[in-house]
């Protein structure tokens, strides 16, 4: 079982910076990483995602502004977010998924909040 804990969120202007953080219990090389987002009311969406291999994936809204990456060797994932709007607002999740011999492994950190103000 696979431990996920993120930190780095808070309360930032328009057009500030953040980098939210992913810490995993143990060694997360060969998941596909994703950071995920949900606003009130809403569902959770895919932000952003990174294979093992390091090739990276964005929703449209955030190209440009938000960088994934990781780091193996501490086993942790980062989400670099610039230029933040509002509608950045949400609860940031850390996603870990592999493939096994029964489908797929998926674990799921407890969130950190993003709240960003105009």
């Known amino acids: 079982q696979v431990q996920l804990v993120e930190s780095g969120g808070g309360l930032v202007q328009a057009g500030g910076s953040l980098r939210v953080s992913c810490a995993a219990s143990e060694s997360i090389s060969i998941y596909l990483m994703g950071w995920y987002r949900q606003a009130p009311g809403k569902q959770r969406d895919l932000v952003a995602s990174i294979t093992s291999g390091g090739s990276t994936n964005y929703v449209a809204s955030v190209k440009g502004r938000f960088t994934i990456s990781r780091d193996n060797a501490k086993n942790t994932v980062y989400l670099q977010m610039n230029s933040l709007k509002p509608e950045d607002t949400a609860v940031y999740y850390c996603?870990?998924?592999?493939?096994?011999?029964?489908?797929?492994?998926?674990?799921w950190g407890q969130g950190t909040q993003v709240t960003v103000s105009s």
């Open positions: 996603n870990a998924l592999r493939s096994s011999g029964r489908g797929y492994i998926n674990y």
